[in-house]
């Protein structure tokens, strides 16, 4: 069945919250969708993070250029606690960094590591071996939070919560309703979505106010495949937690 977009009801001017689109058939037979497309983050400021750790260790990498071993080369974990600087304690941060790292660097042997500690928050350097497209560099890894399935389940339900605000409205007209979930925190299990549904107060929402819900796997901001999770009383395997 072919669909067209009918409107996109979020950008008007309505004082309430609205969904993202609402999609029309070409055939008088099939319903139509009110979509909602939502997030999931592993964690709250998932995304500023990304975004702000790589500029971090991207400043860190520049000022390191040439004043490196050039024999190996190193990665840095920098954890959440950046999404709190501000602007003049970036820059506190990457020039206090940049002094440790290279004071540091020249001590690291391959596969060692060092702690550095800064306003009582742990930032991890390790040197990971011997490229030579990549030796006398500074690259990064994400840090991981504590409890990340605790953290990533709480946020999997606010993204469908989300949804579900919305949906109430377009059910009492008799549309179908369709969330589609983009997962960039690669944590999403498919108990998760269990244990979700299966909550005496979640499980009935989900099944009253929302018809079909599309679990997308997302790399770099693209979703790369999609898996339905439900459609209608139907319950599949979502997108897989290896991928």
């Not at 071993?69 to 950046?82: A, E, G, K, N």
């Not at 941060?93 to 800064?118: G, N, R």
């Not at 979700?196 to 997308?216: E, H, R, W």
Request: aromatic share 8%.
């Amino acid at each position: 069945i072919k669909y067209t977009v009918a409107g996109s009801p979020d950008e008007g001017t309505s004082a309430v919250k609205e969904v993202d689109f609402l999609l029309a058939p070409e055939s008088s037979n099939s319903p139509i969708l009110a979509m909602e497309h939502t997030v999931v983050e592993a964690f709250a400021g998932q995304i500023t993070y990304v975004n702000r750790s790589y500029d971090i260790v991207s400043r860190v990498a520049a000022k390191c250029n040439g004043n490196l071993p050039q024999d190996r080369y190193y990665i840095l974990v920098v954890t959440d606690f950046v999404n709190a600087l501000r602007k003049k304690a970036i820059a506190h941060f990457v020039a206090s960094i940049t002094e440790w790292v290279m004071a540091a660097a020249p001590e690291l042997q391959i596969d060692q590591h060092q702690m550095w500690h800064y306003m009582d928050n742990e930032v991890l350097m390790m040197c990971r071996g011997s490229h030579p497209e990549i030796n006398g560099t500074v690259g990064r890894i994400p840090g991981r939070p504590d409890q990340p399935e605790t953290l990533a389940t709480a946020r999997l339900w606010l993204s469908i919560e989300h949804g579900l605000l919305k949906f109430a409205k377009y059910k009492d007209l008799g549309y179908d309703t369709v969330l589609s979930l983009q997962d960039i925190s690669g944590e999403v299990h498919p108990s998760m979505l269990a244990d979700i549904q299966a909550d005496v107060d979640k499980g009935p929402l989900i099944d009253q106010l929302i018809d079909y819900v599309i679990v997308f796997a997302s790399v770099n901001d693209r979703m790369i495949v999609g898996n339905v999770w439900k459609e209608k009383d139907l319950r599949y395997d979502p997108t897989p937690f290896n991928r």
